[in-house]
Structures are given as C-alpha cells and as structure tokens.
C-alpha cells in the first residue's frame, strides 16, 4: 500500500494518492474523516497490474483519520503517518496528516 502527497502552490488543497495492492478484490474505497466515512465517490480504480489507485484533493494543514474498505473488510494503511484508536470503530484508525 502506498500514499502520495503532492501539495499545490496555488491553492490550499493537498493531491493524494492511494494505491492498494488488491489482486482478487472486487471493489476498494477510501474512507475516512474528510469523507463521512462513505465510501460513494471515493472507489478506487482497479488497474491492470492488480492495483487499486485514486487521487484526491484534501484540504492542506489538517490530519484525517481513514481506513480502506477491502470488499466490504476494513483494511488499515501500513505507511500511514501515525494510528488512532477510535472507540467507535474499536480499532486503530490511519491517520493521514497533511
């Protein structure tokens, strides 16, 4: 799994973007913070090579916590910036700061 941040001059927004190896999944999103955790338009695209990639613009200077949903599983990224745990989930949260 992988994250790539590129942050732009012009505007306040970080491109991110997510690549989960995912061979024989069906359908992978991103879901955290800074989408309600709803997994409508946040799909990653499966690409040829078994990978599973999207980008998104974020709003700079927060931090987000975030989980994949692996086929309906939630799947932790492993080079996230730190964890948290989260009582409402009862897990540990990635969390991605931006």
Same mark, same amino acid.
Do not use: H, Q
């Given at each position: 799994? #992988?994250?790539s941040k590129q942050y732009l001059k012009?505007?306040?927004v $970080?491109? $991110?973007?997510f690549t989960v190896p995912a061979e024989d999944a069906k359908k992978v999103a991103v879901v955290g913070d800074?989408?309600?955790?709803n997994p409508k338009g946040s799909t990653l695209k499966k690409l040829k090579n078994g990978n599973f990639k999207g980008t998104f613009d974020l709003p700079k200077e927060n931090s987000y916590e975030f989980r @994949?949903? $692996?086929d309906?599983? @939630?799947v932790n990224e492993s080079e996230a910036d730190r964890y948290q745990?989260?009582?409402f989930a009862g897990a540990?949260? #990635?969390v991605l700061e931006l």
């Open positions: 799994m #992988a994250i012009t505007k306040p $970080v491109k $991110v973007t800074f989408n309600n955790w @994949y949903l $692996v309906g599983s @939630y745990w989260n009582d540990e949260n #990635a």
